[in-house]
């Protein structure tokens, strides 16, 4: 496997993250691709430029590849109409190399469960995306059972880290938190919520990767331990060494503003995952492939709090 190529297709946050993870453990041959044929930031790897929606593209993009990890989506106000064009897409192009799949996926389409999430919950999503994440994870567990392509789909909760920007502990929360702007978040902050560092998640799909035993199936990548939202929102101010200013958004609240504001309106379908305990269980992960490091939450806020300021600092001398 050492001497082929893996792909990730995608170089969002998770995408380079799996990057990060791949070079961790020696691999030599990455194969990014994007439509744009560059990266944000530096690094030793090939960058391909294609639309993995496109057959042709695929087939081209994934030539070779021994793994290709599936980190791309579209913007998430178009998932119901490109997300599942883009994943069939990405499927055929690992078919054809004869590669495995690796999919990074969340947890939408599980629905309101009022219970910790496990594998093997029944799909009962009511919104659109939720019943697009359920619809692309259904086919590609058909296409492995079919023989077309050897699939693996990974599941982590709502991320945070290095790059990530679009999440609801983004830049809404860190960077926020760092000009000395209040803090807005949705729903309860005093219910358990399960948050996924992205490092920890793109180990997560590495593992996948490596191991044949991980084929065919849904997998909870295993997180931190679990707080409350404000839980976490403490750990920031406190790396910070600065006052908390934090207020919740109420789902009245949460519907005016949408009236204005797409992506808080989009927001409105998984709410109820901030109003009601979010657990992950990733115990059938650590059954199969031992117990997992991860990192702690005070470790990867540190991380994510020493990007943001990078950012900002180059953001000022630009």
């Known amino acids: 496997m050492s001497n082929q190529v893996h792909v990730i297709v995608g170089t969002g946050p998770l995408g380079m993250a799996v ?3 791949l070079k961790r453990r020696g691999v030599e041959r990455i194969r990014m691709v994007n439509r744009s044929g560059r990266l944000s930031e530096t690094a030793a790897v090939e960058v391909a430029k294609g639309d993995a929606s496109q057959l042709a593209d695929a087939v081209a993009l994934c030539k070779d590849a021994a793994v290709v990890y599936h980190c791309a989506h579209p913007g998430y106000t178009n998932w ?3 997300f599942p064009g883009l994943t069939r897409g990405i499927m055929a192009g690992a078919a054809a190399a004869g590669a495995k799949l690796i999919y990074g996926d969340n947890l939408y389409m599980y629905g309101q469960a009022n219970q910790p999430l496990t594998e093997n919950l029944p799909h009962l999503a009511t919104g659109k995306k939720g ?3 359920a619809q692309m994870a259904e086919e590609l567990l058909l296409a492995h059972q079919s023989g077309k392509v050897r699939v693996a789909i990974g599941r982590a909760s709502d991320f945070y880290g290095p790059g990530v920007k679009q999440s609801s502990l983004g830049e809404r929360v860190f960077g926020f938190a760092l000009s000395g702007k209040p803090v807005g978040l949705l729903g309860n902050l005093d219910v ?4 996924t560092y992205i490092d920890d998640f793109a180990r997560g799909l590495v593992t996948l990767g490596h191991e044949e035993r991980a ?3 849904v997998w909870h990548l295993p997180s931190a331990k679990t707080h409350t939202t404000r839980q976490m929102l403490e750990l920031i101010f406190d790396e910070l060494g600065t006052a908390s200013k934090i207020s919740a958004l109420s789902r009245g609240m949460v519907t005016m503003i949408g009236l204005f504001h797409p ?3 989009e927001l409105k379908e998984v709410l109820y995952e901030f109003e009601h ?3 992950v ?7 199969v492939f031992g117990p997992q490091t991860t990192t702690p939450h005070e470790e990867a806020i540190r991380h994510t709090v020493r990007w943001y300021k990078d950012r900002m600092q180059e953001e000022r001398v630009g």
């Open 215 to 217: 084929l065919g199936e």
């Open 277 to 279: 305990p979010f657990i």
């Open 19 to 21: 990057m990060r993870e």
């Open 80 to 82: 119901p109409t490109q």
């Open 192 to 195: 358990p919520h399960t948050y």
């Open 263 to 265: 992506m808080l309106r």
């Open 131 to 133: 019943q697009t994440r």
């Open 281 to 287: 269980d990733h115990s059938k992960f650590e059954a």
